[in-house]
């Protein structure tokens, strides 16, 4: 069974950082392309990075100079590292999986598993 667990969120105030992290498990890591997503009220969910198993990686524009995203092959762990953070970075955060099919960097493909989100919230 697969299973994405993530962790980090918080609040935190504006221009600070926080280190989201995602426990996957259930499958074959390096087989499958990960991505960091996230979604704010009434809004539609939106990626935020994503990465192949090489470590190659495309942020969103958005996020692009302020946020990483890395991984770990050997613990099976996803993160994101978020700097220099605005309030509308303000959203619930999720990790997710799909197999490797096409580019892994490539925003439109579908993802089939995802976690339960972590909050973020950013405010003074």
């Known amino acids: 069974e697969v299973q994405l667990v993530e962790s980090g969120g918080g609040l935190v105030q504006p221009g600070g950082s926080l280190r989201l992290s995602c426990a996957a498990s259930g499958f074959t890591y390096s087989t499958y392309c990960m991505g960091w997503f996230r979604q704010a009220p009434g809004r539609e969910r939106e990626a935020v990075a994503l990465?192949?198993?090489?470590?190659?990686?495309r942020p969103a524009d958005v996020v692009k100079g302020r946020f990483t995203i890395s991984q770990d092959n050997a613990k099976n762990t996803l993160y994101l590292q978020m700097d220099s953070l605005k309030p509308e970075d303000t959203a619930m955060y999720y990790c997710?999986?799909?197999?490797?099919?096409?580019?892994?960097?490539?925003?439109?493909?579908?993802?089939?598993?995802w976690g339960q989100g972590t909050q973020v919230t950013v405010s003074s």
């Open positions: 997710a999986a799909r197999t490797w099919v096409g580019s892994c960097l490539d925003f439109s493909r579908r993802y089939d598993y």
């Open positions: 990465i192949d198993s090489g470590g190659r990686t």
